[in-house]
């Protein structure tokens, strides 16, 4: 039985007839087939048009997804809803033709592939109507990925393609991680095949709605192309090779310099010398380092040699590629010098590589030892009562294996804990695409944990935290100031005054803001510079040791759990809850406390990371939050969604920069797995370091700012 998926996003005035042509298509091949359309809640209606449809045809299913548009993880939703045994995608905008379908499905079973392509690249397949400069575009895309991805796609010609079919085992067990409109490179990189098949087709021009190429896809699509390279290991090779070449720079100056300084020998003659010990050095560092296997299949110094020759072969023409290219981009594009000459070495860097690997190593990335490896990691899936804490969905798929197992020891759960890398399985939950570790340690034995917690690094990092906190007033404030202006603007006074309008003035108002919440206030020190600012503060933090400190500065500070203190609801004009929500073991439940303890119109905000952004999909499983402590990862789709289930108006949603001193920085990218932690350490004794304060910003972590309704009900049922 097929099971083909149709994501849809604003295509009701398509969907019928595609329907109907893949009915007609599959009708007359005889195949036992299934469609889900997976709607990720269109405005234009797709979704209630999908239904009506639905009740007239057995064979069809739809699924709709709120907060959600993302093609790729509404195809791998449908799929994971799937019943038949052969898996397939098609788009909802009538330019896959249905009627390849049964060519497609006779191209598996013939053959035996495990995935069949519909391609644009192939002989016989082709686009329509498409200008140069999108031919131009698509081309480059392709070369771009074959030079990105070489192990994953050496043997398919048409990566980019949204119409193909696949055997379920293919990704019945795979890490897929995809984002945006491609799919099928994520399966092709992923996946578990070893046969692979292509179909011609002509690719029809869409004829209704806009194009959906832009700006931001192009981004999206570099980020994905890049976080595959790094979880397929197909990026080690390109660093080891940058490497190599670096040293390769440092050693051709450094002894340039020594001969003609300290030998004192003529230019003329240091110059060869210098660039001949290079190309030595970066021979023996590849041979060894880069290319290990190649050494192992084929030993012996008559290899060796016969390496060497193709090696300088290679580098010789890529420097003769270097000086005409630089000169022509400066002639013909008049590009400045400098960059003219980086683009030489750039355009001379990549010929060495690709050629270094094909001709001289004569290896590639080897996707079967890869998938060998994978197996080998293989982990259990996820227990079987594992429940999605924002959406009930009990479909997962695991992003990143961690190693489970330590028992949970206090430190592990304080604030500037250094344990990174420490975690059991990030999960991904495919109806709302929430992220978690799971399985996590026992919500009772954690907060136990929190309890104990000491952490006399916060002390000492405390001043970058206040500088931080001091942006985070700023922005309650802004926000604050922009509700009073559009509050006004909405009232009956159309004149405003100079103080509502400019929010930052309106900071050194002396009258006070009203009643603020710390929740996971710490040492209080966010509560010292709200109240500078005017707000009756008080605070809610579990672990006895900081709540002591913070009673100790003067401040009201409840020992103990949200769910545990007697504060009175409607209460608050706001609720801060920073760097927490990560923390709880049942975000959806505490967020909808604070939400009982805000008076109406009051304001929640809150700070946490996103595991959506491109600094986290790039480092893949060595994203430094990934750690035992925190057992949720947001993005901002799912903050938003978590809020709005909470009863609140999601306000803004921006990213956050924090400031630590430069210590502290250093101290974090030591406790990283690399090579260099000992040099980061060494380098964070230097005392000077302490005080330096620098801004950070990655694009990881995000604020957001959510109101309760004016007229909301004081409690919100969950459901
Ligand atoms: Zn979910």
Sequence with gaps: MLTLVVPT??????????LERVEAALT????????????????????????SLAARHGWLRVLTRKHQRDLSTAVLAGWFAARGEILGVIDGDLQHPPELL?????????????????????????????????????????????????????????????????????VENSPLRPVGYKILLEVLAKGDYHRCEEVPYIFQERFRGGSKMGLRTSWQYLLHLASIAVDTGEARRVFRYAAVGASGAVV???????????????????????????????????????????????????????????????????????????????????????????????????????????????????????????????????????????????????????????????????????DHGDFTNILRC??????????????????????????????????????????????????????????????DSKVQSPAAATPRSAVRTPHSR?????????????????????????????????????????????EGLLAECALPPASFDAVTVWDVIEHFGDPRAEVERV????????????????????????LGPRWPWFMRMHLYYF??????????????????????????SARYLLEKAAAQPSGLSGLFRLAARLPFLGRLHIPVNFGDTINAYARKPMASVATTEPG
Excluded at 151 to 161: A, E, K, N
Aim: proline letters at 6%; aromatic letters at 8%; one cysteine or more.
């Design 430 to 491: 495919v109806s709302c695409s929430l992220v978690f570790q799971a399985p996590a340690d026992a919500i009772r034995q954690i907060e136990e944990c929190y309890r104990r917690v000491q952490d006399p690094v916060y002390l000492r990092e405390e001043q970058g935290r206040v500088r931080t906190f001091d942006r985070l007033l700023d922005e309650i404030d802004a926000v604050q100031g922009r509700a009073e202006v559009q509050g006004r603007g909405r009232g």
């Design 102 to 170: 049964p060519v497609l499905l006779r191209r598996l079973r013939e053959t035996g592939a495990d995935i069949v392509i519909a391609s644009r690249h192939v002989k016989g397949g082709g686009v329509s109507k498409w200008s140069l400069f999108r031919r131009l575009i698509s081309w480059a895309a392709t070369l771009m990925a074959g030079f990105i991805l070489p192990g994953t796609l050496s043997r398919v010609r048409d990566p980019m393609s949204g119409f193909f079919l696949l055997r379920r085992p293919v």
């Design 514 to 558: 009203g009643c603020l919440l710390d929740v996971g206030c710490y040492t209080g020190v966010f509560l010292d510079r709200a109240r500078r600012r005017g707000w009756q503060v008080s605070g809610l933090e579990p672990s006895r040791w900081a709540a002591d400190v913070a009673g100790r500065r003067g401040f009201s500070v409840q």
């Design 595 to 618: 939400a009982r303890l805000l008076k109406p119109g009051g304001l929640l905000a809150l700070s946490t990371m996103d595991v959506e952004s491109g600094f986290a999909r790039l």
């Design 635 to 660: 993005s901002p789709d799912t903050l938003g969604a978590l809020l709005e289930k909470a009863g609140l108006e999601v306000v803004e949603v921006r990213r956050h920069r924090r400031i630590v």
């Design 28 to 51: 007359a091949c005889g195949e036992p087939f299934e469609v889900i359309v997976v709607d990720d809640d269109s405005p234009d209606g797709t979704s209630e048009v999908a239904r």
């Design 252 to 418: 051709n100056l450094g002894v340039f310099a020594l001969l003609t300084r300290a030998a004192g020998a003529p230019p003329a003659l240091a110059l060869p010398a210098a660039t001949a010990l290079a190309i030595i050095n970066n021979f023996l560092l590849n041979d060894r380092f880069t290319f290990p296997e190649t050494r192992r299949r084929t030993p012996g110094r008559a290899a060796a040699v016969g390496r060497f020759v193709r090696f300088l072969w290679v580098v010789l023409i890529g420097a003769c590629l270097n000086m005409p290219l630089a000169s022509a981009l400066m002639r013909l594009a008049r590009a400045p010098l400098e960059l003219a000459v980086l683009a030489g070495i750039g355009a001379a860097a990549a010929w060495n590589f690709v050629l270094n690997s094909r001709v001289t190593w004569k290896v590639w990335w080897d996707r079967d030892v890869h998938l060998r490896r994978w197996r080998a990691e293989a982990v259990p899936p996820p227990p079987p009562d594992t429940v999605c804490n924002l959406c009930g969905g009990r479909q997962f798929i695991v992003l990143y294996r961690g190693r489970a197992g330590a028992a949970s020891r206090p430190d592990l759960f304080c604030c500037t804990s250094f």
């Design 9 to 18: 996003y604003n295509e009701r005035n398509n969907l019928p007839a595609l």
